[in-house]
């Protein structure tokens, strides 16, 4: 069974960095897309950044040249390295993986449970 965890959530002050980890496992085929998305209370969750399994990126207006997206794809991995941290950034932070998994012909989107970033002095 295929599964995707993030991890690295937390407090920080504004200003403050954070490196989010989210990594794939199960009997993965291949991994296409990566990418987070975020929720802030009474908010839709909206877009933060995806990365191709080429490594192309795409990021939200909001959070370019303070955010990078990156990937190990030998680890079926993906990461968000936050600087430059706004109280406008708290919220759940999920990451989602397109994964055709073993044995299976389409790829499907898999999502993790979400992890906390909270922004605050």
């Known amino acids: 069974q295929v599964q995707v965890v993030e991890s690295g959530g937390g407090l920080v002050q504004p200003g403050g960095s954070l490196r989010l980890s989210c990594a794939a496992s199960g009997r993965i085929f291949s991994i296409n897309s990566m990418g987070w998305y975020r929720q802030a209370p009474g908010k839709q969750r909206e877009l933060v950044a995806t990365?191709?399994?080429?490594?192309?990126?795409d990021y939200a207006d909001s959070v370019k040249g303070r955010f990078t997206i990156s990937r190990d794809n030998a680890k079926n991995t993906v990461y968000l390295q936050m600087n430059g941290l706004k109280a406008e950034d708290t919220a759940v932070y999920y990451c989602n993986a397109a994964i055709r998994a073993a044995d299976i012909r389409i790829a499907y989107l898999y999502w993790g449970q979400g992890t906390q970033v909270t922004v605050s002095s």
């Open positions: 990365i191709t399994s080429g490594g192309s990126t």
